[in-house]
């Protein structure tokens, strides 16, 4: 869901029950699922999870997190953990009407992806990574220069964190601008759409 993230386990045989369960008349949309996997003790890898991120929750009797799904996704994946991820997505597809489809597709259109212009982020702007060890320059729209090369943000951004090239992740949290998250500087921009 937009700015939370849900970390909980289910067994394989009530996948299908518990998301009926999430996706009910209390949420708009079906949930997104960012990432889902096979684990030996889920509920040891549950508890160790809600500990890690105990100061991110939202309420201390939910399973919801203000964070980003690839700070979950890649202590899970040190697990070396078996991906799921389509197995569930299907089955949310699959309980999910057009409608329900429709309307999260409908939002999702309704934030566009990052453009360094559109957030009033100009060329030749220098963004720097969270801890300060590193930095981009913006070249394009949606590029920056890094290490001498073109690429994307969230290209950068693997190379900064070691992560491979395939490996999922949102760099907006990672960079800052005139001391704000690109995060929060998109999230101010497109505020006004999200209330429309």
């Known amino acids: 869901m937009p700015g939370l993230v849900k970390i909980g386990k289910t067994t394989q045989d009530e996948v299908e029950v518990r998301m009926k369960q999430l996706f009910s008349t209390g949420v708009p949309v079906p949930f997104d ?5 096979r684990v030996h003790d889920s509920a040891e890898v549950e508890k160790a999870l809600h500990h890690a991120f105990g100061n991110a929750r939202v309420n201390a009797n939910r399973e919801f997190f203000r ?6 996704i890649s202590i899970l994946k040190l697990l070396h953990v078996e991906d799921a991820t389509k197995d569930v997505e299907s089955v949310i597809e699959a309980d999910a009407t057009q409608a329900d489809l429709q309307a999260a597709e409908t939002m999702k259109k309704r934030r566009p992806r990052m453009n360094f212009t559109e957030l009033d982020i100009p060329l030749h702007s ?9 930095q ?7 590029t920056v220069r890094f290490q ?3 690429c994307s943000l969230t290209a950068a951004t693997r190379k900064v964190l070691g992560y491979p090239d395939n490996y999922p ?3 907006s949290p990672y960079w800052t601008f005139h001391g704000k998250t690109i995060k929060e500087i998109y999230e101010n921009c497109y505020a006004e759409v999200d209330e429309e």
């Open 33 to 37: 699922c960012a990432f889902a996997c």
């Open 67 to 72: 964070i980003e799904p690839d700070r979950v």
């Open 126 to 134: 220098v963004l720097w990574f969270k801890d300060a060890s590193a």
């Open 136 to 142: 981009v320059t913006v070249c394009g729209p949606k």
């Open 148 to 150: 001498g090369e073109e």
């Open 169 to 171: 992740l949102q760099p």
